[in-house]
Structures are given as C-alpha cells and as structure tokens.
C-alpha cells in the first residue's frame, strides 16, 4: 500500500523551483480526478504505446499509463515532485527524468508527447510556448500526436480588479488538518495571471505553519496555439472540450488540442460520438 510523502522528509526546496515547498501536498487537490488519465490511455490505444509526459509533476498521469501497458517517459524541472512520483510509481517501469521541456532532447522519438491539466500555462511568454511546442515536435515518431491540455479562455483572466482570496478545501493529513488557500491576480495586458497557492497546515499537535508557493500562468486561446503549432512545425487535427472527445465549443473548461507533425500525412479518426473530427 502507497503511503502519502511525509511534508517533513520531502526534499529541500530547490531553488528556482516554486513546487518544492508543497510537492507533498500536491496530490491531494487531485486524489479523486481521474478523468484525463482514461483520455491519454485511450490516445496510446490509437497511436503507440511510447509515451513522453512533460511536465509529469508525481505520477499521476504517468502511473496509469504505465499501469495499462504504456512504455512512459516522465520530464519535470522538480525534482520535489519527482520524488513523489517515484515513490508512486514503486515497481512499475517508468523512466522518470529532471529536465526543462523547453530545451528537451532525448534519443528516443514517442508515439504520444502530452503535457496536461496546464503544464504549458507555465510558459508565461509565447517564445517559451513556441519552444515547448518545437521540443514536442522534435520527438514526435510518424504518427504520434502531441496533446496540449489547457484551461479554456474565461473573462476573469482578463479582469484586473483584485479576486477574492478563496479556500479550496481542508483535509486530513498525517494526523491532522491542511487547508489550501488560492489568491489569483490576472495582468491582462500580457495575458497572464500570478496565482499564490497557501498550504495552512495543523500538526496533530495543533502546531499551525504555512507553505507558499507563487508562479504566473498565461491564458491561451484557440488561435494563440494555432499559429504557435505552425510556427513549431505541427498542425493542429483536433479540438476538444474535455476528456471524453467532446467538439470544442464555447463554454468549455477545457481547451484539449491535438497535433501532429506538418511533414506526418498519416491521419487518424478520433470517435466524438458525432461522426469523429
């Protein structure tokens, strides 16, 4: 049986690395999401069962593949967050590697190269989206599909007015009590938003301490990846508006993407319960 990191054995907090203080407290906004891991399955279905995770963070995508057969190679520049996958991952044979998925090169070419739930967000400047893309291209075999996962466009991140500090949630943890607490500030006139997440944690001592972490995320639209993908070298063959391959529309929380190389004419039908795209 798995056991949850222990906060207080994670490793040091790395410098230029904003996950190191609340790698151990990652999963826990994610323990009962589930529904993307069945969408990159079902993608090394059609596809190939190579598959390179960038921004793998711990496992959480990268074990379930692995768990259904897929040969999976995990890219993250946290090593804290490594940590935690590795120890998910247990026996399972999974290449876990500390890299910058903007300056990527491995030997090895894969028949799915993902980066989901907003790993390239991250990229706060459209030069570091276009490299990310460029590496996702570069290991692309024929007929691989990139997938590029990130939160559909909404007003919010367009209104600078200050957003209410929220809390998330409060949960059990080693005995006693984590809350997390979220501040966002969008920054419209670069299209990115500054998000401070805070981890209250009460010790079954009641002792009370605060982890903090604060990174930018950018809003990207439909047309923003379009041109992008071009730029990289990759085309765009689908858009879907979750994880069940439902069309792009507005309204969705989702904006899932799908490429391929310009130089790949081998093609794929992806079944939308419409007739495919």
């Not at 993307?36 to 390179?52: E, K, N, P, T, W």
């Not at 500090?165 to 500054?194: D, N, R």
């Not at 508006?241 to 792009?248: K, N, R």
């Amino acid at each position: 049986m798995k056991t949850r990191p222990d906060a207080s054995t994670s490793p040091a907090p790395a410098e230029g690395d904003p996950f190191a203080r609340i790698a151990a407290f990652y999963d826990l906004d994610f323990e009962d999401y589930h529904d993307d891991a069945s969408f990159y399955i079902r993608l090394a279905d059609i596809h190939g069962g190579r598959v390179l995770e960038l921004g793998c963070g711990t496992g959480r995508i990268a074990v379930p593949l692995a768990e259904a057969g897929a040969r999976v190679t995990g890219i993250d520049i946290s090593e804290a967050m490594l940590a935690v996958a590795r120890e998910r991952a247990g026996d399972l044979k999974v290449t876990w590697q500390t890299g910058d998925l903007r300056r990527l090169r491995l030997r090895g070419r894969f028949d799915v190269v993902c980066a989901p739930l907003g790993t390239l967000q991250h990229m706060d400047t459209i030069e570091d989206f276009v490299a990310a893309l460029e590496s996702m291209a570069r290991h692309l075999a024929p007929g691989g599909v990139a997938v590029v996962d990130v939160e559909s466009p909404v007003p919010d991140d367009f209104d600078p007015l200050p957003q209410p500090l929220i809390e998330h949630w409060t949960k059990p943890w080693e005995g006693g009590m984590v809350s997390k607490v979220v501040a966002v500030a969008a920054i419209p006139m670069f299209g990115t938003k500054e998000v401070t997440w805070h981890f209250d944690v009460a010790d079954r001592q009641g002792r009370l301490t605060r982890q903090t972490t604060q990174f930018n995320l950018r809003t990207y639209t439909p047309g923003e990846i379009d041109l992008a993908a071009r730029i990289a070298g990759l085309r765009v063959v689908a858009r879907f508006a979750d994880y069940a391959f439902t069309p792009y529309h507005d309204g969705a929380e989702r904006l899932v993407v799908l490429l391929q190389r310009d130089d790949d004419d081998i093609t794929f039908t992806y079944d939308t319960g419409e007739g495919g795209v």
